[in-house]
């Protein structure tokens, strides 16, 4: 049973492009959540999607966009990088549309370097 | 302004004592939380969740606390090995905008030495 899976595993960028990042959930899962995680910190909520449409959104400026496919994949776009999005990307599913009490399942993330 | 703190000093013992780890929050009201493991390189992974109607919780050697009075979580893994080195991470989830966002904090690194 395959779990969360991410890609690419590393990828370096400079400041001004934009970036793709692609997460296949754990099989039956139906959500999936993005979060970013700085060296030395906590992984940060970035957005949740279900039913293809983001359901909520933590503090993250317009830059950051995501969907949603019919397979419940998911991608993470964002645009005009900045120093600061260095960082482990790091994507979640869960279950049942993600409810209250759902554990969530995370893979093991795309490492973002910007130069 | 609301927080989570966790040790972020690293927590060093020897193998077969009992490692505490401690989260502690402000203004939140959380309706559960959650407690992970993260190694170097990977993704985290979901160990327990205990909910802020229940005082502990246990699964094998592992066994969480919550007080909603004092603002505060323990995690405690007995008769420790080697092999739970990692850095362990709570995650609050609290009520916002009609759903639960989950919050993390940075984590407490444990060592354990053989």
Known sequence: DAGVTQSPTHLIKTRGQQVTLRCSPKSGHDTVSWYQQALGQGPQFIFQYYEEEERQRGNFPDRFSGHQFPNYSSELNVNALLLGDSALYLCASSLAGGGSNQPQHFGDGTRLSIL | ?114
Not at chain 2, 49 to 66: G, Q, S
Not at chain 2, 86 to 109: E, K
């Open chain 2, 1 to 114: 302004s609301q927080k989570i703190e966790q040790n972020s000093e690293a927590l060093n013992i020897q193998e077969g004592k009992t490692a505490t780890l401690t989260c502690n929050y402000t203004n939140y009201s959380p309706a559960y939380l959650q407690w992970y493991r993260q190694d170097p390189g990977r993704g985290p992974v979901f160990l327990l969740l205990i909910r802020e109607n229940e005082k502990e919780k246990r699964k094998e050697r592992l066994k969480v606390t919550f007080d909603t009075t004092l603002k505060q979580s323990l995690f405690h893994i007995t008769a420790s090995q080697p092999a739970d080195s990692a850095t362990y991470l709570c995650a609050l989830n609290a009520l916002s905008g009609g759903s639960y966002i989950p919050t993390f904090g940075r984590g407490t690194s444990l060592i354990v030495h053989p």
